[in-house]
Every structure is written in C-alpha cells, then in structure tokens.
C-alpha cells in the first residue's frame, strides 16, 4: 500500500511538472504572434502574459508579446493581463472623438467647459471608446477632493486614481446629441 502511494505521488509530480501556462509569443517567422507554453517555472508560477495595447491618445503600441508580467514599462507600452492567452493579437485600432474640458472664469463663477473642437482618440475595432470628463460637482480646487484633471485631452476611462471624474461611452456623446435633433425634426414635419 505504501507503495502504491509513492508511485502515485511521484507520477502527480512528474505530471504536475509538465503542466504548462500559455502566452501569445513572438512567432519564429516573424509574423503574427502565436499561443505556446512558457518556458521557465517563474513564468508558469506567475500565470500572467503581457503584449502591446491600445492607447486611447495615440493608438496601438509596439511591445513583444511574452510570458509573465511586463518586464518594464507597465502602463506605458505594455500591458499585464491575468489568464492564459490573454495577450491575442490586437485588432485593427479605429478613430473616435471625445471633448476636451477646460476650466473657465473666475471666483463662484469658474466651472468647467466642454470644448468646441473634439479629439481624436484611438481604441481597437469593435470595442467602445472611453471618455474622461469632468463631475457635475468638480471644480480647480488644487489638491482638492473634487479637483479633476483631464487625461489624454479626455480620451480614455478615468484613471483609478482620479477624483470628480465621469468615464462616459463616446456613442453616449453622441446620442446625446442626436436624440433631440431627431425630435425636434420629427416636430417640424
């Protein structure tokens, strides 16, 4: 019996060795990246893969695709994602707009003020594109806890970190927009 349970723990062992954790990896041809195992018992460990992503400022970034988290640059050209395989490929980046807040006026009148000209933001096709605006209750305050500060010109979701910060849907802009036009052509006629 005892036996028995030597060679069953030394097959569970050599069977739990073999097990693998898959990343999309850099191909051997140069083309698109490919799903394989990770190599080294810290990047199995780890489970995590890291690639490129879409910035909201400025579109996809150029980041090998790899086993275990971003050896550098988090945030920055490279992001860490948390389950096997989720580093694919990215997709084809398309535009959208968003509107740049800036804080107008002085003293209880100052408030913030949706800007005329939109910006240009990127996000991968078929995904919906973020916003960042300011809360109806934000102010300038520095350092206060309803100071919002823009990021990306408003491209993109609020940071974590962010305070007096609303993360809109860039169609919700837009069907903001165009609901009340609609009707008021639908009174017209």
Do not use: R
Request: net charge negative; proline share 4%; hydrophobic share 30%.
């Amino acid at each position: 019996m005892i036996k028995l349970l030597l060679v069953a723990t030394l097959i569970g062992a050599t069977y739990a060795e073999a097990v693998t954790y898959q990343c999309y990896q850099p191909p051997d041809d140069g083309t698109d990246p490919v799903k394989k195992d990770c190599a080294t018992k810290a990047e199995v460990a780890g489970q995590k893969c890291h690639g490129p992503y879409v910035k909201a400022s400025s579109g996809a970034t150029t980041y090998a695709y790899g086993c275990g988290a971003c050896p550098d640059s988090e945030g920055v050209n490279c992001k860490t994602c948390d389950t096997a395989g989720c580093n694919e490929k990215l997709g084809e980046v398309e535009d959208y707009e968003c509107a740049p807040y800036t804080w107008e006026g002085e003293d209880d009148a100052a408030k913030w003020t949706k800007g005329s000209t939109m910006t240009t933001c990127k996000k991968e096709k078929g995904t919906t594109g973020k916003c960042n605006k300011p809360a109806d209750d934000a102010d300038n305050t520095d350092g206060g806890d309803k100071q919002y500060t823009q990021t990306d010109a408003g491209c993109g979701a609020c940071g974590s970190e962010a305070k007096a910060c609303e993360t809109t849907d860039s169609a919700l802009g837009l069907s903001a927009l165009l609901l009340p036009l609609v009707a008021a052509f639908y009174t017209l006629f």
